[in-house]
């Protein structure tokens, strides 16, 4: 049984911004992440899974059912999203917030069952973030927002995750915490989950493999070590880059290198500013 | 799990609380009824209300039946109706600083009374659903390019939002203003007095319409608050928990214009309750719209009818306009959600 599924999915912005013909599965229990440089497709592809934008060619399928077919409500029931930033107009309560995760499950209108209740109330004490349940959302910091974005998400009991950058806001501690609960709690679940993000060493860590977009279509799919190589990176984000090997976990690790400009680059080697021109570490392309 | 559910605590008692609301309310009518320039005991209303006369042609029936109690019923709808539509725009704006005056749509339903009563339609003998339909197509019309101009990329900032409310509504008053010179000195000065906010005893017509439009903006209302809810999220956030956002926010957006229109042709432009009823319901009562919807219906109400009380006695025998009165309690209330962070966000 395969989770997602794509065949041959296309979808371009009139400024042609987009993805191109993208084909991939992920399995129950897989981490799937995705990376690339800016204006890559990164983020029309969450577009597109999540539904915002419907694909111009090919089909998106979920547990084999096409979503061409679904309901939007059918849709959140199997997939969530824990976007980038997570900004509440109105003071809600955390608990409010999280319940509205049930909403896709509700009658649509319902002030939630006695199960959508229990649900909100696992998935605010499996993210650590019940003592903060009354609290509300203009008084939580940047990483407690965050834990209540993901606990929302899980609330929907979705088959797929879908994760847009979602430590990008955080700090060192509040990123692990973030991190280490969803991969052992989705996993646990055997959901799919998507990891989208700019951060090449946090993607090669934690998936189990990765997919390397570059101008809207799939440069490299496949084990981290076997994506994340020289040549796939320096064709993807057009600057110099090394790759070692984590001391630890013997994953890839990247480094934007100064030190020598790719031949073919644009970028002139008497450039005023090189590091703009080069890439900083880690995070190819920001 | 024998633990509390964990989506209510202190804003657990509503039921109660729209209970209370109700109550104050009554007693609003109550107190609107007794209080003028003949006082009557609360005896005399019960009796005046069940039509028993003390004395053959006892003035206190006529008081209470043809002139306070109407009027009453007045600025409640009226009330009711403003509070819903800044409620509505809020939440389709996430902006608690959103309410049908100051986005310009009061102005745009004026231009449309005005429009009707340029056309010969807004006579003594004209049918009030006529006026109400021109009223909500002037409002449609001000709100619509308020939120086309102030889009920038899909989004809404509130300062774009803010400056078109009041460059459309300046428009429409110009409008107005031009509109009112054309008309004939005859007309004109029930035209002028409409245009300060006028709660002045109402045709039943005029009060059965009025009561149609807001039963028709209540319930959409309270249809769409689980959705608007969400939309506090973001609309793409919306989307992924299966809103159809674009829709709700079509639905919100007509129905806010539709009670807007009604008002205004009604009792002329009365500011700030759409800004003032939704806050103060939101701390009493938390964000959450499926509480708002019938809370701000109720404290809407509430507040007209006691800020006419104010308006009609304050002076006495001179009657303010109530618009002065809401003006008093909005304004400082709008400057002080534009400097606190709540308003100052642009979403």
Redesign the interface.
């Known amino acids: 049984m395969n989770a997602l599924e794509l065949q041959g999915v296309t979808f371009r912005y009139r400024t042609g911004k987009g993805v191109e013909d993208v084909t991939f599965r992920a399995g129950p229990a897989e981490l799937l992440g995705i990376v690339g440089p800016n204006s890559a497709g990164k983020s029309t592809l969450l ?1 597109l899974l ?3 934008v419907t694909p111009q060619r090919g089909r998106i399928l979920i547990n084999g059912r096409d979503t061409a077919g679904l ?7 199997r ?3 824990v ?1 980038q930033e ?8 955390v ?7 049930r ?2 499950h509700g009658a ?5 069952s006695a199960r959508d ?2 649900v ?2 696992a998935v ?1 004490e499996a993210t650590g973030i ?1 003592d903060l ?2 609290r509300r959302m ?1 008084e939580l910091s940047g990483g407690e927002r965050q834990l209540v974005s993901v606990a929302r998400a899980l609330a ?1 009991e979705p088959a797929v995750l879908l994760l847009d950058e979602p430590t990008a806001h955080l700090d060192l501690r509040h990123e692990q915490r973030v991190l280490e609960f969803l991969l052992t709690h989705h996993r646990k679940q055997m959901g799919t989950t998507i990891l989208v993000s700019h951060d090449l060493n946090l993607a090669a860590e934690h998936c189990d493999r990765v997919l390397l977009l570059a101008r809207g279509r799939i440069a490299a799919l496949g084990r981290p070590e076997e994506v994340m190589t020289t040549a796939h990176l320096e064709s993807a984000y057009g600057c110099s880059v090394e790759v070692e090997r984590h001391p630890v976990s013997g994953r890839p690790r990247v480094q934007g290198s100064l030190s020598r400009q790719v031949a073919s680059d644009t970028v002139s080697h008497h450039s005023p500013d090189v590091r703009e021109a080069g890439c900083p570490n880690g995070q190819l392309g920001n | 799990m024998k633990a509390r559910s964990p989506s209510f605590g202190e804003h657990g008692r509503w039921p109660a609380a729209l209970l209370w609301m109700a109550a104050v309310l009554l007693v609003g009518v109550l107190l609107s009824v007794m209080v003028g320039s003949v006082g009557i005991d609360p005896r005399e209303v019960l009796r005046a209300l069940l039509g028993i006369q003390a004395v053959p042609g006892d003035p206190a029936v006529t008081i209470v039946r043809q002139i306070r109690l109407p009027r009453a019923i007045l600025a409640g709808m009226v009330g009711a109706c403003l509070a819903l539509a800044g409620l509505g725009f809020q939440a389709i704006s996430r902006n608690p600083l959103a309410d049908p005056a100051v986005l310009g749509v009061s102005s745009g339903a004026s231009f449309g009374v005005l429009i009707a009563m340029l056309l010969g339609l807004a006579g003594p003998f004209a049918n009030p659903a006529v006026i109400t339909l021109f009223a909500f197509a002037g409002a449609l019309l001000a709100a619509v390019s308020v939120y086309a101009i102030a889009q920038v990329d899909g989004r809404l900032p509130i300062t774009t939002l803010l400056l078109s409310g009041v460059i459309i509504g300046l428009f429409f008053t110009s409008c107005v203003m031009l509109f009112t010179t054309l008309l004939a000195s005859a007309e004109l000065q029930g035209v002028v007095l409409w245009l300060m906010g006028n709660l002045a005893p109402a045709g039943g017509r005029t009060l059965a319409v009025l009561g149609l439009v807001l039963a028709i903006g209540f319930v959409v209302l309270a249809r769409q608050a689980a959705g608007l809810n969400l939309l506090a999220l973001g609309e793409e956030q919306a989307l992924q928990l299966g809103v159809e956002a674009e829709r709700v926010k079509r639905v919100v957006f007509v129905a806010a214009s539709l009670v807007t229109g009604a008002a205004i042709s009604a009792a002329g432009s009365i500011g700030f309750v759409g800004l003032i009823v939704p806050h103060a319901a939101r701390l009493l009562l938390g964000p959450d719209n499926r509480r708002l919807v019938p809370a701000a219906g109720l404290l809407g109400a509430a507040f007209l009818i006691l800020a006419d009380l104010v308006a009609r006695t304050i002076a006495a025998p001179t009657e303010l306009p109530v618009g002065v009165i809401t003006s008093f309690c909005g304004a400082p209330l709008f400057i002080y959600l534009l400097r606190s962070r709540q308003g100052g966000d642009s979403v």
């Open positions: 577009r999540s539904k915002v309901s939007r409500v059918s849709l959140a029931q997939v969530a999203v976007p997570f900004h509440v107009a109105f003071p809600f309560r608990a409010e917030v999280v319940l509205m995760g909403y896709p649509g209108g319902g002030w939630g209740h229990a909100a109330q605010m019940l349940a009354m203009d929907q």
